[in-house]
C-alpha cells in the first residue's frame, strides 16, 4: 500500500471528526453524554488505527468496554502476535478453549502462558454436554455400554447431574493442567435451547456445585439470551448455597443490537459481564484475516480472579 503524507493523514482525522460531529449534532446521540463520548473516542481509535498511533483517551473512554474475540481453533502464535501487536489492534483479550467432552480439538493447549505473555486477557471456555435440541432420554445400559465402546464424549444422552458431576471434575483437572491462576473462573458453554428439560438444569447446576465445593476455581457460564434469566437464577442459587459471595460470571450471546461500542449489560441483562453480539465473521488484523465471534467484556480478562489495570 502506498504511504500517506502527514498533510493527508490529518485530512482524514478531520474528516472523521467532521462526520463524526455531524452525526452527534443530528441524531439521538446529541442529548447522551455518554454517547458523545463514546463517539469521540471511536474517532480517536479509527484515526490511531490510520496514523499507526496509539489512542490512550479512546482506550481511557472505552474502559469497561473491552473488545475480544473467540475462534474454534489456535490461530497460531504468529497470528495471536500480530493481532495483538498491530497498531490500533481492537481486541483485548481471548477465548481459551479447554479440550473437553463436546470441543475435542486440542490446539490452544499449552498456550496460556505465551498468550499471557503477548498481553492477552483470556476467558477460559468449557464446551460440556448440550441438548442439540433433543430431549435427553434415560440410557439402557446396554445403551450406556454402546456410547461407552464407541468413545464418544458429546451425546444428548449423556444430560444428568452425575455427568455433570464428572465433568466438573474434568473442566478442573484441565484447568489445573494449563496453569491457570486460582480462582479463575471457567466459563460453562451452554449453547442456545428453545425448551430447556429440567434435566439439562440438573446437569450445569451439578457441574457449578462440584466447581464450587472443589474451590480452586470459580464456575461462570456462557449462555444465550434466551436461556439466561434461567440459567444465572440457578447459578446464583448454587453460589449462595456454597456460602460464595463473589457475582458468578455470565456471558450472554445475542445478536440483537450489538454494537461494539455497547457495554455488556446493553444486551438487556443487568448481570452480564460478556456480551457476544457477531458469530462466525471475518476480521482482519495487521492484514490477516479469521473467522471470529466478536464479544465485548466487562473486564480485560473475563476469567482472571482480580481485573487486570488497563493496558
Not at 452527534?24 to 479509527?46: D, L, M, R
Not at 490477516?288 to 476469567?303: F, G, H, Q, R
Request: proline share 6%; hydrophobic share 40%; aromatic share 8%.
Amino acid at each position: 500500500m502506498p504511504r500517506r503524507s502527514p498533510l493527508s493523514l490529518r485530512r482524514i482525522v478531520v474528516a472523521l471528526i467532521a462526520t463524526t460531529a455531524l452525526a452527534i449534532g443530528c441524531g439521538k446521540a446529541s442529548t447522551e453524554p455518554s454517547a458523545v463520548a463514546n463517539a469521540a473516542a471511536s474517532v480517536a481509535q479509527v484515526a490511531a488505527a490510520v496514523t499507526g498511533q496509539d489512542a490512550p483517551l479512546a482506550n481511557e473512554q472505552l474502559d469497561g468496554k473491552h473488545l475480544g474475540f473467540d475462534t474454534h481453533t489456535y490461530p497460531g502464535d504468529r497470528t495471536m502476535r500480530a493481532w495483538k501487536e498491530a497498531p490500533g489492534a481492537p481486541y483485548r483479550w481471548v477465548g481459551y478453549y479447554l479440550p473437553s467432552p463436546c470441543h475435542k480439538d486440542a490446539s490452544w493447549t499449552g498456550k496460556r502462558q505465551l498468550l499471557t505473555d503477548m498481553g492477552w486477557g483470556l476467558a477460559v471456555i468449557y464446551v460440556g454436554q448440550q441438548t442439540w435440541g433433543r430431549t435427553p432420554k434415560p440410557l439402557s445400559a446396554k445403551q450406556a455400554a454402546a456410547l461407552a465402546k464407541s468413545k464418544a464424549t458429546c451425546n444428548a444422552d449423556f444430560i444428568s447431574a452425575d455427568r455433570g458431576t464428572a465433568d466438573g471434575n474434568d473442566a478442573i483437572a484441565v484447568t489445573l493442567r494449563e496453569g491457570f491462576a486460582p480462582k479463575s473462573v471457567i466459563f460453562l458453554d451452554i449453547e442456545r435451547m428453545e425448551k430447556m428439560p429440567s434435566v439439562m438444569r440438573d446437569y450445569y447446576r451439578a457441574w457449578a456445585r462440584r466447581v464450587l465445593q472443589d474451590g480452586r476455581y470459580l464456575p461462570g457460564v456462557y449462555v444465550h439470551a434466551w436461556n439466561a434469566q434461567v440459567v444465572h437464577d440457578d447459578l446464583k442459587a448454587e453460589f449462595a448455597a456454597a456460602g460464595v459471595t463473589d457475582a458468578p460470571r455470565i456471558w450472554i450471546a445475542s445478536g440483537r443490537g450489538f454494537d461494539e461500542g455497547k457495554a455488556p449489560q446493553d444486551v438487556g441483562f443487568t448481570f452480564a459481564g460478556v456480551w457476544q453480539g457477531l458469530i462466525d465473521v471475518g476480521r482482519a488484523v495487521a492484514n490477516i484475516k479469521l473467522p471470529v465471534d466478536v464479544n465485548v467484556s466487562t473486564w480485560t480478562s473475563p476469567s482472571d480472579p482480580v481485573q487486570r489495570n488497563a493496558d
